[in-house]
């Protein structure tokens, strides 16, 4: 067992299941269900109740397993506040952050510590994650590598299947190594809408990673959630900080020449890419073509990244008469790329 995992207990880690939640309660009576029915049982569940003033603390008192802790803040400390509360209380020597709105199977945590007993000092490990549409009831199956297999990998190969959309992967799916994640600060403050990739993507660029080519949780999305009330500005801004953010944590870490400049690339396309996603849904939604126009020019550097197919099929989405457009939405992958990246839904 490596020296630095706290736990002693020969089914090692003790992995944190952190669920910070607000005003949720008849869904996070679900979720935290969800995290307790784990196959492998060497884990606590954290949640962390930012000042709730609905059944949320009815909920939480009809749980009766001790491996449940709940951290109830006085006041509401703010989103990622309430995030970072939960890693500030965390035991475990591993954590994954489940939103009240999402959920695990059981499998998750098994499939991550198998991974883990082959490298113990990972410092990460990647599933992949089902996508639920809240706004038409339907669940999409997570996209699954067609070049990597389940175990030990390099983790600029895994980032680098995210970012050119080969695998879905979501914050609810990721472990991560606790003090390393405190170390760096835990989730940025500043990444309104994106700090969930900007906590975990540059752990992928340290070196080996784990990876989990199975859909281990699903990944919830709705207009209630904490994006859907973020102006589409602070969305291209987040984009285009993230692109830079992977940019800047590739040129730091990766040798490989050829391989840093094609994660820079990736990164910023991929980013640019989402941008063009959030202009469009802004504009289906009813915002001016003008001002749209004016975000198109104000992030023109950031948007100019995007391959051809994205511009096109932008353009034709926003500029095309709506049967137009709506075949063009049917002829999209299976599943649907989330808005930019839903990063957490309210709390």
């Avoid at 900007?198 to 660029?205: G, I, N, T, V, Y």
């Avoid at 340290?206 to 500005?233: D, I």
């Avoid at 749209?292 to 104000?298: K, Q, S, Y």
């Amino acid at each position: 067992m490596a020296s630095d995992l706290v736990s002693n207990c020969k089914d090692f880690p003790l992995v944190t299941i952190a669920v910070p939640t607000f005003n949720r309660a008849p869904l996070l009576r679900e979720c935290v269900t969800s995290a307790l029915a784990q196959t492998y049982g060497n884990f606590e569940v954290l949640v962390s109740d930012n000042a709730s003033t609905d059944e949320t603390r009815d909920v939480l008192s009809q749980f009766t397993d001790g491996r449940l802790r709940v951290l109830r803040q006085k006041n509401n400390i703010g989103l990622l506040p309430n995030w970072n509360a939960c890693l500030a209380g965390a035991k475990g020597d591993y954590i994954i952050f489940l939103a009240d709105d999402d959920r695990i199977s059981p499998w998750l945590l098994q499939r991550c510590v198998e991974i883990i007993r082959r490298e113990p000092q990972v410092p990460i490990v990647v599933t992949l994650s089902n996508i639920y549409s809240g706004s038409i009831g339907k669940t999409f199956a997570a996209r699954v590598s067609g070049s990597l297999e389940t175990g030990i990998r390099d983790g600029s190969a895994i980032l680098t299947e995210f970012l050119t959309d080969q695998i879905t992967v979501t914050m609810c799916g990721v472990m991560m190594r606790t003090a390393l994640l405190r170390d760096r600060g835990g989730l940025p403050l500043d990444f309104p809408h994106t700090a969930d990739v900007a906590a975990w993507a540059p752990l992928l660029l340290l070196g080996n990673a784990g990876f989990v080519n199975e859909a281990c949780a699903t990944f919830a999305y709705h207009n209630q959630s904490e994006t859907a009330r973020l102006s589409v500005e602070q969305i291209l801004r987040d984009g285009w900080k993230m692109a830079n953010l992977i940019s800047y944590h590739a040129s730091e870490n990766v040798r490989d020449s050829q391989r840093r400049r094609a994660l820079q690339v990736q990164s910023r396309r991929c980013f640019a890419r989402r941008g063009l996603t959030a202009l469009s849904h802004y504009r289906k939604s009813g915002g001016g073509i003008q001002t749209m126009l004016n975000f198109i020019w104000l992030f023109r550097g950031h948007l100019s990244n995007a391959n051809t197919a994205a511009v096109l099929q932008f353009i034709a989405i926003v500029l095309c008469p709506h049967w137009i457009a709506e075949r063009i939405r049917q002829l999209r992958p299976t599943v649907p790329e989330r808005p930019a990246s839903r990063f957490i839904a309210g709390r």
